[in-house]
């Protein structure tokens, strides 16, 4: 079993559309939880950080963990076409000094006019 | 705002050479990493650093990979015999205290 499971897309949505991304994951030892986005060929860009079971919101975005499923999830409201990327969920266990992030292979969402 | 930087943006070199990417960290971070990331496929993580010691490394990172921040805002990775398998985009990072890695733009490595 993968430590970190995402299903790759493609996904394809209307603009306006509210997208769902979601990651599951075995090891119960992580605790720290983010979410990137990536554009063809660069680096991953930090969109949300969460470190607690629940709900962050920030703007159009929602994290959500669910540690005793070992679920989370990324939700974007009002979906743009420059929302059009790849979605990377990341997680890590807490460390003295490492904190290595473990991927999710990432999800590929086109928005679309 | 602060950002990783890397350069170059692409190196080529042939199989057996030596490489050095470069990083600049975001100033006031302690802790720095090396990513990468194969075409089509998810980023794995090679190496983190802190207090100028490695912390931590993957099976990936072997004797032929060494980092070194030879001053107060440099980061470099260096790959020695470089194989045609080590073909990828690699990403530095960097966070300060329990926080997210902040990425940089990456450095495309193609060996030929």
């Known amino acids: 079993q993968k430590e970190v499971e995402q299903d790759p897309g493609p996904l394809s949505v209307p603009e306006g559309a509210i997208v769902s991304l979601n990651c599951t994951y075995s090891?119960?030892?992580?605790?720290?939880f983010m979410w990137y986005r990536q554009y063809s060929r660069k680096g991953p860009e930090l969109l949300m950080y969460t470190y607690s079971s629940g709900n962050k919101e920030d703007g159009r975005f929602t994290a959500q963990v669910d540690k005793s499923s070992k679920y989370i999830s990324l939700f974007i409201r009002d979906s743009q076409p420059s929302d059009s990327a790849t979605y990377l969920c990341a997680m890590s266990e807490l460390t003295g000094g490492g904190n290595k992030l473990t991927f999710g292979t990432g999800t590929q969402l086109k928005v679309e006019l | 705002e602060p950002e990783v930087t890397q350069t170059p943006s692409h190196q080529v070199t042939q199989m057996g050479q030596e490489v050095i990417l470069r990083c600049v960290p975001i100033?006031?971070?302690?802790?720095f990493y090396w990513y990468r990331q194969i075409l089509g496929q998810k980023v794995e993580f090679l190496v983190s650093f802190y207090n100028n010691e490695i912390s931590e490394k993957s099976e990936i990172f072997d004797d032929r990979f060494s980092v070194e921040r030879p001053d107060g805002s440099n980061f470099t990775l260096k790959i020695r015999s470089t194989k045609l398998e080590d073909s990828a985009m690699y990403f530095c990072?960097?966070?300060?205290?329990?926080?997210?890695?902040?990425f940089g733009p990456g450095t495309r490595l193609t060996v030929t």
């Open positions: 090891n119960s030892a992580f605790q720290y």
């Open positions: 990072a960097s966070r300060t205290g329990p926080s997210a890695e902040y």
């Open positions: 100033s006031n971070h302690l802790y």
